[in-house]
């Protein structure tokens, strides 16, 4: 396979905080996403082979909800039926299927994750990230040592490698993050999934700069949904809604959409390409010129955010702001 049409799904969210039926709403959004999985199939046709949803497309995300509340209202099994049904419209589809959800963890039961997970078109998981950088969510980074036995490095930083090409995700607010996009890449990420619930603007917006950044430092594609639309909070409906973009590996959009729900964002990939200019030696090439060895240890110098900070048990909001507050003492003191 040379090239593919890849989607940016812009899909409205249903916040489920206050709803009666959270386990009711989340179903009933992956049945209003396979019925546009299916529309867009059909507009887009059959070289439509990848499609990445919003981030938290199926719940919102946590207000003042504790732990324990948003784990029980809107954290998903990995082995669940909302899984199952996003499987099931991945196969009958034929695409490749990115979505973004809180799930649980067997190994943590005191806390959750927010996830995102790539279903083939087989039906099968081929690739789950668990986000390392949230202000307020907690991540692998959080039990750093007891997620690495599990799990392995591999499993922190997971690249699917398929018939379209290596896949990997970015979530949300890690688009700002050059650190953890390059060493996607170094592992063999050619294409970066990038849910996310974002503010748009006719201006370029940091995560908007940065997206064209990711792409060119690294050459790699980003496909970015954006949600289309935010409702049942009390958060006005816009402030996350537009923009979805793919962006090609020399930082140029291939396709925008406006507001509101849809697949305007789509856009072929040609891998193929891609390959070449990874290959091609010049000044361009900036993935091929990256002196790992040096960053490594100069990123050993200073003390950031130390691992494991959650090792103990779930905490309550201010204790992330609290942890953030300290590693800004140390990198910077009070001067």
Not at 33 to 48: D, F, M, S
Not at 100 to 115: C, I, K, S, T, V
Not at 200 to 208: F, I, N, W
Not at 283 to 292: A, F, H, I, Q, Y
Request: glycine letters at 8%; a negative charge; aromatic letters at 8%.
């Amino acid at each position: 396979m040379t090239a593919f049409t890849a989607l940016a799904l812009q899909v409205e969210t249903k916040a489920v905080n206050a709803a009666a039926d959270p386990r009711g709403s989340i179903l009933a959004a992956v049945e209003r996403i396979g019925a546009q999985v299916g529309a867009a199939t059909a507009w887009l046709g059959p070289e439509l082979r990848l499609v990445v949803l919003p981030e938290y497309v199926l719940t919102g995300f946590p207000m003042r909800e504790s732990f324990a509340e948003w784990r029980d209202r809107a954290a998903l099994d990995p082995g669940g039926p909302e899984y199952r049904a996003l499987a099931e419209i991945a196969s009958r589809n034929e695409v490749f299927l990115c979505v973004n959800a809180y799930e649980r963890d067997e190994h943590f039961p005191d806390l959750y994750f927010q996830a995102s997970v790539i279903l083939s078109p087989r039906g099968e998981v081929v690739l789950r990230y668990r986000r390392l950088h949230s202000m307020f969510t907690p991540s692998p980074y959080d039990v750093w040592d007891r997620y690495l036995e599990i799990y392995g490095i591999d499993g922190v930083l997971p690249v699917a490698r398929t018939e379209i090409g290596n896949l990997a995700v970015l979530a949300s607010e890690e688009i700002l993050m050059p650190e953890l996009a390059r060493a996607l890449a170094l592992r063999g990420a050619e294409i970066f999934c990038h849910p996310t619930s974002e503010a748009s603007s006719p201006a370029l917006t940091p995560k908007a700069i940065a997206r064209r950044a990711r792409a060119v430092e690294n050459l790699a594609y980003v496909v970015s949904a954006n949600s289309g639309g935010l409702s049942g909070i009390a958060i006005p409906g816009d402030s996350t809604n537009g923009g979805s973009e793919l962006i090609d590996y020399e930082g140029r959009a291939l396709a925008q959409a406006g507001a509101g729900e849809s697949l305007v964002a789509a856009a072929e990939l040609d891998v193929t390409a891609l390959r070449r200019a990874r290959r091609r030696p010049g000044m361009g090439n900036l993935l091929s010129r990256v002196k790992t060895g040096l960053w490594a240890e100069e990123y050993a110098r200073h003390d950031g955010e130390p691992p494991g900070g959650l090792a103990a048990g779930a905490r309550d909001r201010a204790w992330f702001r609290a942890r953030q507050a300290e590693s800004i003492e140390r990198l910077f003191g009070t001067g």
